[in-house]
């Protein structure tokens, strides 16, 4: 949950749901007197389901208290990390030399309005994600799911600079990975 500032730090892979600190990756400013400060903070690798959103608010956390608790003076986005995963064009307008997708990579973009009042230092921004969405060889379809079994498979057969054991998924008995799956979901 702690917030770090690396360009070496490791994706990490979240499976079902987490909470998560940022890896501030980039940090710049716009505005009269530098009024609002943006920040980009990697979250894991993608592509994963979302932000959590738990009665109808989404689990972005500032210091231990819910984004909605600063009102107007914080706003966000966050990317999924899809391969086809395009600049963040709201960045880009204040801010035109942000080019970078980080495709394949989740992350949040965040724009803290200043105010003495709200903000004294940058805050620590945590965020509950519904992580990554993982094969299904029961319905052969690629979505979300926090099933122990299929997050395991997943795993296995993930082919990833970042993590996964690269095992080929003809080496997988996806007969036993059903049977395990179904007995979780029970």
């Given at each position: 949950?702690?917030?770090?500032?690396?360009?070496?730090?490791?994706?990490?892979?979240?499976?079902?749901?987490?909470?998560?600190g940022?890896?501030?990756?980039?940090?710049g400013?716009?505005?009269?007197?530098?009024?609002?400060?943006?920040?980009?903070?990697?979250?894991c690798?993608?592509?994963?389901?979302g932000?959590?959103t738990?009665d109808?608010?989404?689990?972005?956390?500032?210091?231990?208290?819910?984004?909605?608790?600063y009102?107007?003076?914080?706003?966000?986005?966050?990317f999924?990390?899809?391969?086809t995963q395009t600049?963040?064009?709201?960045?880009?307008?204040?801010?035109?030399?942000?080019?970078?997708?980080l495709k394949?990579?989740?992350?949040?973009?965040?724009?803290?309005?200043?105010?003495?009042?709200?903000?004294?230092?940058?805050?620590?921004?945590?965020?509950?994600?519904?992580g990554?969405?993982?094969?299904?060889?029961?319905t052969?379809?690629?979505?979300?799911?926090d099933?122990p079994?299929?997050?395991?498979?997943?795993?296995?057969?993930?082919?990833?600079?970042?993590?996964?054991?690269?095992i080929a998924?003809?080496r997988?008995?996806?007969?036993?990975?059903?049977?395990c799956?179904?007995?979780?979901?029970?």
């Open positions: 949950l702690i917030n770090t500032c690396g360009s070496q730090v490791a994706l990490p892979l979240i499976y079902g749901r987490q909470r998560v940022i890896n501030r990756v980039y940090i400013t716009s505005g009269t007197d530098n009024k609002y400060l943006h920040m980009i903070g990697t979250l690798e993608g592509p994963i389901q932000v959590a738990i109808g608010v989404a689990q972005v956390y500032l210091n231990d208290k819910i984004y909605t608790s009102g107007s003076y914080f706003t966000y986005q966050i999924t990390g899809t391969p600049v963040c064009t709201s960045l880009q307008t204040y801010i035109p030399s942000w080019t970078d997708p394949n990579t989740a992350y949040i973009y965040c724009v803290f309005e200043f105010n003495p009042d709200v903000f004294s230092s940058v805050p620590e921004v945590t965020v509950v994600l519904d990554l969405k993982v094969y299904n060889p029961a052969a379809v690629t979505a979300y799911s099933n079994a299929l997050c395991a498979r997943d795993f296995m057969t993930r082919r990833s600079c970042r993590g996964g054991m690269e998924a003809a997988i008995d996806d007969t036993l990975v059903n049977s799956a179904s007995y979780c979901t029970t």
